[in-house]
Nanobody, 122 residues
Framework: QVQLVESGGGLVQPGGSLRLSCVAS???????????MGWYRQAPGKQRELVAT???????NYADSVNGRFFISRDNAKKTVYLQMNSLKPEDTAVYYC?????????????WGQGTQVTVSP
């Protein structure tokens, strides 16, 4: 198993910034080839949606709603993926989940964190 632990969520005013972090751990990381790391979010009453992904080849993909405001990055040595969120809006309020996908042996595997709450409110 791979454990993902998010942090950095909280309450922020509109226009403010937050940086989310997600640390991956677990013994199988030694044999787990990560292809994609990403962030998703789920607002109350809505489906979980993609926020940003970062591929093994450094390609990034952002939801239109956050493009230009959010930035995804990673530190391989720390096994950590970050989401820098700027110019936050009330509609960014959601639980944010870290996600990694990759291959172990011949199996494609997906792992999720437990989520961290982000609330944008005056």
């Amino acid at each position: 198993q791979v454990q993902l632990v998010e942090s950095g969520g909280g309450l922020v005013q509109p226009g403010g910034s937050l940086r989310l972090s997600c640390v991956a751990s677990g013994s199988i990381l030694r044999t787990f080839k990560i292809y994609v790391m990403g962030w998703y979010r789920q607002a109350p009453g809505k489906q979980r949606e993609l926020v940003a992904t970062l591929g093994r080849d450094e390609t990034t993909n952002y939801a239109d709603s956050v493009n230009g405001r959010f930035f995804i990055s990673r530190d391989n040595a720390k096994k950590t993926v970050y989401l820098q969120m700027n110019s936050l809006k009330p509609e960014d309020t959601a639980v944010y989940y870290c996600n990694i996908e990759g291959v172990r042996g011949y199996d494609w595997q997906t792992y999720w964190g437990q989520g961290t709450q982000v609330t944008v409110s005056p």
